[in-house]
């Protein structure tokens, strides 16, 4: 089962900050966010594994709630380059009927459009 | 960039042909997967491998087959095309399953028509 985004779509202004939202229904083992530019491959962003850890790098950071099974993107500071789609992919813990071999259930996507 | 091409990158065919798209690798990791993209319900997975002839279904493997012959080569086979199999076909790779980044070949769009 797909996990869900929210919110569909944001459209902010150049330094305004974002947060999007990715909840799966089942227990998770890791969460991966990636980011994909119309016409392009996605390209990944950070992993986050069971724990709670956030995690990030320069303006773009991420958490993992493995209790409600939810994680969330946060975009600080938004530059004319974090436009595109954000997607969350969720590999289910092996107590969910995970397997260990990284097989990913990718959200719907979340459409980032940054103006100046 | 990782070393991942798909070929061919553009396709056009008929209902009830075959089709194979292929998925090479030169970074010599153990899992590669493919995706389908269609609009409104992101990524989903069609198939995947985990070695050299240890392939299982994804998702949305019905219609589907592939192989794996070689670590570098992921094909994947559709018998008979239909319609609805139109879409964008990502490759990707991973060094660590589930634990690692995928990197994803540049996507082959497939109309069926």
């Known amino acids: 089962q797909q996990p869900v985004q929210s919110p569909q779509a944001v459209i902010l202004r150049e330094g305004e900050d974002a947060v999007i939202n990715c909840s799966s229904s089942?227990?998770?083992?890791?969460v991966h966010w990636y980011r994909q530019k119309h016409g392009e491959a996605p390209v990944f962003l950070m992993i986050?594994?069971?724990?709670?850890e956030q995690k990030g790098h320069e303006k773009i950071s991420a958490s993992f709630n493995e209790k409600k099974q939810q994680s969330s993107l946060y975009l600080t500071a938004s530059q004319l380059s974090y436009s595109g789609t954000y997607f969350c992919?969720?590999?289910?813990?092996?107590?969910?009927?995970?397997?260990?071999?990284?097989?990913?259930?990718f959200g719907q996507g979340t459409i980032l459009t940054v103006h100046p | 960039d990782a070393g991942i091409t798909q070929s061919p990158r553009h396709k056009v065919t008929e209902t009830g042909t075959p089709v194979t798209l292929r998925c090479h690798q030169t970074?010599?990791?153990?899992?590669m997967y493919w995706y389908r993209q269609d609009p409104g319900h992101g990524l989903r997975l069609i198939h995947y491998?985990?070695?050299?002839?240890?392939?299982d279904k994804g998702e949305v493997s019905d219609g589907y087959s592939v192989s794996r012959s070689k670590t570098e080569d992921f094909l994947l086979t559709l018998e008979s095309a239909t319609s609805s199999q139109t879409s964008v076909y990502f490759c990707?790779?991973?060094?660590?399953?589930?634990?690692?980044?995928?990197?994803f070949g540049e996507g082959s769009r497939l109309t069926v028509l």
């Open positions: 089942k227990a998770l083992y890791s």
């Open positions: 491998s985990y070695g050299v002839k240890d392939t």
């Open positions: 970074e010599n990791h153990r899992y």
């Open positions: 992919g969720t590999e289910a813990s092996l107590s969910a009927g995970g397997t260990s071999y990284g097989k990913l259930t």
């Open positions: 986050l594994l069971k724990g709670g």
């Open positions: 990707a790779i991973s060094r660590l399953a589930g634990i690692g980044e995928l990197f």
